[in-house]
């Protein structure tokens, strides 16, 4: 999701790291590549044009915070403005007055209607809820037989629709029924067009006026761009929505709409559907959005994570003994549990700058696992044999091989590996070239 436009930004990006000062001169060129990137990923254009400049405003004002570099500044302040406007918080589904209470679902035909009302449905079951979906596209029989194969997948109950040709009917009739059975929330599952056009929305609004809804959520395709964000204004203008929900994130969806939706209606995206399974549907975290959509991870909670799981002393101790070359396979499996300690390798490469597109071609359980062989050979070790590889012969080896269940094979590989790291460890150790590093950890 939002490859292009993350990718665009990364490499406005790389131009800056390590120009010494915000200057609207350095500026300039990763604020056009900005603009360019938001515009080809089909932001509205004056959506675009308000960020570009609130951006610019919020940078130039600012001194580079303490800690990060020029470039890592310019995402910080691009990542707020992004969460700004996808809204900010996470919304939460507001259910007002006596149950049961209404959410209607609308949008045009194929956005992910009858796919989000049967995922909705399972989500607030999940949470304690007990709701009733009700089939309400009269005019596609099949969007009625649809529903209740969903509802029976996600075990909610369904309104037969089949027998009533109309929708107020059918409204008035499954409220009765959601009232006799002790459901709390009424989904309605509307029908859609391909076009917009004024019988539909005149249903809409009469459907409108007998539910009171708590809920008014618009369903739109992730991938239909600028198209969705037109049909959201004329959904809008005629009911005045209360949300989004954004359907098929998952797909290569051009990242414009998520912000373009949100401006044009200025109602929160409160959902996003992510695959064709029931439970492929999260809530919309505004916050999570624009790390995705930046692609650069939170340079900020990945400082803070390192700092705060990383041992300080240890640390500094490891630190040393790589700068003056004396690692050891001791210290090896020390700094092992170090990075076991941070978490699992996949989200760490993802909170890291530009490696966010490699975490999908790690198999961080694999990874893991790896990692604790590694660690389980290093354990099966004498003392003598941690401080000093050069002891390691092959008795030795499958000595330690039968200890740790592992084959003297792997142990080579990783005495391989080991030497591997020392080697370019006794290279950075040359003045200048551990900087970034050491600040790192520090
Ligand atoms: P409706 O006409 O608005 O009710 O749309 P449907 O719920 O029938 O969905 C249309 C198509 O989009 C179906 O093939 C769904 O499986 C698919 N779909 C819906 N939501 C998602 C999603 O989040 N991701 C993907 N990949 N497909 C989805």
Known sequence: ?????????QRAFKNLTGKGKISEENIQEALKEIRLALLEADVNFKVVKKFVNEVKAEALGQEV??????????????????????????????????????????????????????????????EGYSPYLVPCDVYRPAAIQQLMTVAEQVNVPVFD??????????????????????RDVVIIDT??????DEALMDELKDLKAFLEPSEILFV????????????????????????????????????????????????PIKFIGTGEKLDAFERFHPDRMASRILGMGDVLSLIEQVQKKVDQDEAQK?????????????????SLTQIG?????????????????MKDQIDSQAESKQMRRMQAIINSMTADERRNHAILNQSRKIRIAKGSGVTVNE????????????????????????????????
């Open 318 to 334: 490891l630190q040393e003994k790589m700068l003056k070359n004396q690692f050891t396979l001791e210290d090896f499996g020390k």
């Open 220 to 267: 739109a395709d992730a991938m239909t761009g600028q198209d969705a964000v037109q049909s959201a204004r004329a959904f809008h203008e005629a009911l005045d929505i209360t949300g989004v929900v954004l359907t098929k994130m998952d797909g290569d969806a051009r990242g414009g709409a998520a912000l373009s939706i949100k401006k044009v209606t200025e109602r």
């Open 65 to 126: 915070q303490e800690g990060l570099d020029p470039g890592q500044h310019m995402v910080k302040v691009v990542h707020e403005k992004l969460i700004d406007i996808l809204g900010g918080r996470t919304p939460e589904v507001k259910l007002k007055g006596t149950a049961p209470h209404v959410i209607m679902m609308v949008g045009l035909q194929g956005s992910g209607k009858t796919t989000s009302s049967g995922k909705l449905a399972r989500m607030l079951t999940e």
């Open 341 to 357: 300690k941070m978490g699992d390798l996949g989200s760490l490469m993802g909170l890291i700058p530009g490696m966010g597109r």
């Open 161 to 182: 629709s089949t027998e009533n040709p109309k929708p107020m009917e059918i409204a008035k009739r499954s409220m009765k029924e959601a009232r006799n059975a002790g």
């Open 411 to 442: 142990i080579n590989t990783m005495l391989n590996q080991f030497m591997q790291m020392r080697k370019m460890m006794g290279m950075m150790s040359k003045p200048g070239k551990l900087g970034k590093l050491t600040q790192m950890f520090n």
């Open 1 to 9: 999701m939002f490859e292009n436009l993350s990718d665009k930004i």
């Open 191 to 196: 029908a859609g067009r391909l076009h917009i």
